[in-house]
């Protein structure tokens, strides 16, 4: 079952990192590509075979999701893995944030 929860954990965290602009764009080709062995005619173990056959292209989703998350820049996998992810929703296209307050004037 814990190898399940980090599946689940990860596809999260890859679905987080996708929507982050700060994340290069050919790298967020890399989740996507293991469906294309899922979809292809050709496998390693024919999907034929029950159990064994669907067992290849979870490792290859698997394989996926951890190059892509082995590849996204430390400093913003740890901002991720630290839970400080307040800051980057609110960031401009430098990365800073700008707090301020507003009031309504009515005349």
């Given at each position: 079952?814990?190898?399940?929860?980090?599946?689940?954990?990860?596809?999260?965290?890859?679905?987080?990192?996708?929507?982050?602009?700060?994340?290069?764009?050919?790298?967020?080709?890399?989740?996507?590509l293991p469906l294309l062995y899922v979809i292809w005619p050709i496998d390693f173990i024919p999907d034929l075979i029950p159990g064994l056959g669907q067992l290849d292209d979870l490792g290859a989703i698997i394989l996926g999701l951890e190059m892509f998350l082995k590849m996204v820049p430390t400093h913003i996998m740890a901002e991720y893995e630290s839970g400080d992810t307040t800051n980057t929703a609110n960031a401009g296209p430098s990365g800073n944030v700008v707090d301020g307050e507003y009031r309504e004037v009515r005349k």
């Open positions: 079952m814990g190898m399940l929860a980090k599946l689940y954990n990860h596809l999260r965290l890859v679905i987080k990192l996708i929507k982050d602009p700060r994340v290069p764009g050919l790298l967020k080709v890399i989740p996507f």
